[in-house]
Nanobody, 126 residues
Framework: QLQLVESGGGLVQPGGSLRLSCAAS????????IGWFRQAPGKEREGVSC????????DYADSVKGRFTISRDNAKNTVYLQMNSLKPEDTAIYYC???????????????????WGQGTQVTVSS
């Protein structure tokens, strides 16, 4: 069974930081582009940050540029999202997703991701 499990969410003050992790099992992330998505209550799901198979290409939503950093460690079969300078509007359930991809494809959050995790709650509140 192909699985992605997110962890690292929680409650933080505005301006604080969190690091989310996405661990894969049942398959190797070597051949998958990875994306972080989020969905806040009453809003559409949006792409936050995505990364190509080899990590050479990344994509960020305008709202998180300069604050969030996506990275991957294929040897550990894990992808990370470092979230700094968090704002209340970052509050959402964050999902990790994977999509098989050729190595030379650029990162894109608009591609159709096939494998999804259950999500982890991030709450930013004063």
């Amino acid at each position: 069974q192909l699985q992605l499990v997110e962890s690292g969410g929680g409650l933080v003050q505005p301006g604080g930081s969190l690091r989310l992790s996405c661990a894969a099992s049942g398959f190797s992330l070597d051949y998958y582009a990875i994306g972080w998505f989020r969905q806040a209550p009453g809003k559409e799901r949006e792409g936050v940050s995505c990364i190509s198979t080899n990590g050479g290409s990344t994509d960020y939503a305008d709202s998180v540029k300069g604050r969030f950093t996506i990275s991957r460690d294929n040897a550990k079969n894990t992808v990370y999202l470092q979230m700094n300078s968090l704002k209340p509007e970052d509050t959402a359930i964050y999902y990790c997703a994977a999509q098989r991809s050729v190595w030379y494809s650029a990162a894109s959050c608009s591609r159709p991701y096939a494998v999804w995790g259950q999500g982890t709650q991030v709450t930013v509140s004063s």
